[in-house]
T-cell receptor, first 110, second 118 residues
Framework: RKEVEQDPGPFNVPEGATVAFNCTYS??????FFWYRQDCRKEPKLLMS???SGNEDGRFTAQLNRASQYISLLIRDSKLSDSATYLC???????????FGAGTRLFVKA | NAGVTQTPKFQVLKTGQSMTLQCAQD?????MYWYRQDPGMGLRLIYY???????DKGEVPNGYNVSRLNKREFSLRLESAAPSQTSVYFC?????????????????FGPGTRLTVL
């Protein structure tokens, strides 16, 4: 079983839709959580950190459920420019070990 | 600021050849990383350097060596390339900050090197 698992998708949604991605992690020592965005043939870039109480950045909302060991990303009012691969990232306590999920592909259509 | 730069952008090697991938950052970050990305696998950490003068193995270090030349530069060397090392290689850097509940660092990535080993 992979340490960080994501639904690979693809998710095909119309503009304006709301879409949610989930990510599960297996190691309870995981401490820090992030969502990165990666455009086709480009490098990953930080979308947002995920805080224990949940956090929002414009149209994006991230949630963390430590008891069930999953994090989620909600995108409201999808834009064409949101089309990308979204990577779930988990960082372990006390070290530099960073585990990336394989990513969820999103296509937003006009 | 250029951020994180990598050279070369593309490379084709024959099995058994050696090469060094170069990475430099101009953000004065202490920590630097090398990842490889393969289809369906996500990014996997090869080596990292927490600070100048230190390097440590990541998840998939076999077949690679690294050098933290100075604070800015972190190179990855393939001594004897194998087809299994065909991948996209990303270098990243970060400024580690540790708070009461852990670190919330952002890793900044270079544009990647696409390596094919025949």
């Amino acid at each position: 079983r992979k340490e960080v698992e994501q639904d690979p998708g693809p998710f095909n949604v119309p503009e304006g839709a709301t879409v949610a991605f989930n990510c599960t992690y297996s190691n309870s020592a995981s401490q820090s959580f992030f969502w990165y965005r990666q455009d086709c043939r480009k490098e990953p870039k930080l979308l947002m950190s995920v805080y224990s109480s949940g956090n929002e950045d414009g149209r994006f909302t991230a949630q963390l459920n430590r008891a069930s060991q999953y994090i989620s990303l909600l995108i409201r009012d999808s834009k064409l420019s949101d089309s990308a691969t979204y990577l779930c990232v988990v960082r372990y306590t006390g070290g530099f070990k960073t585990i990336f999920g394989a990513g969820t592909r999103l296509f937003v259509k006009a | 600021n250029a951020g994180v730069t990598q050279t070369p952008k593309f490379q084709v090697l024959k099995t058994g050849q050696s090469m060094t991938l170069q990475c430099a950052q101009d953000m004065n970050h202490n920590s630097m990383y090398w990842y490889r990305q393969d289809p369906g696998m996500g990014l996997r950490l090869i080596y990292y350097s927490a600070s100048e003068g230190t390097t440590d193995k990541g998840e998939v270090p076999n077949g690679y060596n690294v050098s933290r030349l100075n604070k800015r530069e972190f190179s990855l060397r393939l001594e004897s390339a194998a087809p299994s090392q065909t991948s996209v290689y990303f270098c990243a850097s970060s400024e580690e900050t540790f708070g009461g509940s852990g670190s919330y660092n952002e890793q900044f990535f270079g544009p990647g090197t696409r390596l094919t080993v025949l």
